[in-house]
């Protein structure tokens, strides 16, 4: 991507509908969105951009399922349908609030690579989300200190970071956290869909 996007360019965005490119997608694809929800605009202000969240596609082609691998607060790591975010979103027979894009890395990951970073996000469900890790990276921000503690609870970025580090693809920090708008600006990821 590398130029950063604004909440206005991505509703301009035209919507394809998720019918139409789901047998498109493929694992490894990157989910982002640009919720509406008061968390979601708390990450926006604190990373000054646009996203709130970013996730991992799984697709498995022999149960015809087009999952999402991410890092959900309260929840843990999880799997859920990516429909479940365009039609139910959390239980609410309603879409999710906000846009959602998929994107891909714009070179092909061996098949062997992409199964070591999925293979590290599903050894990963059901820990914990990193409640916290928030806070600490908005006071690193204000008072500009700079290690992060390592442990083994995660946001959403860390997760698709630590998972794609496997496959020897490395996302740079933006100093001491990583947030989705460093995902979406690493020149090797290219937009592919708005499906919401």
Request: glycine share 4%.
């Amino acid at each position: 991507m590398a130029n950063p996007i604004t909440k206005k360019q991505i509703r301009e965005l035209p919507v394809i509908p998720y019918e139409k490119i789901r047998d498109q997608l493929k694992t490894g694809h990157i989910f982002f969105s640009s919720g509406s929800y008061t968390f979601s605009g708390i990450i926006q202000r604190l990373t000054k951009s646009a996203w709130s969240h970013v996730a991992i596609v799984y697709k498995d082609e022999e149960l015809g399922r087009v999952l999402i691998l991410e890092a959900e607060p309260k929840i843990g790591i999880r799997l859920i349908p990516l429909s479940k975010y365009l039609h139910d979103y959390k239980g609410t027979k309603r879409p999710y609030k906000g846009q959602i894009v998929l994107a891909k890395l714009n070179f092909e990951l061996e098949h062997p690579k992409l199964n070591k970073a999925i293979c590290f996000g599903l050894d990963e469900l059901t820990r914990p989300y990193d409640n916290w890790e928030i806070v600490r990276i908005m006071l690193r921000i204000l008072f500009r200190i700079g290690k992060k503690e390592k442990n083994r609870n995660y946001i959403c970025s860390e997760l698709v970071r630590d998972s794609f580090a496997k496959a020897n693809v490395v996302f740079k920090l933006n100093d001491t956290y990583i947030s989705p708008q460093e995902i979406w600006k690493d020149p090797r990821v290219e937009m592919k869909y708005r499906v919401l």
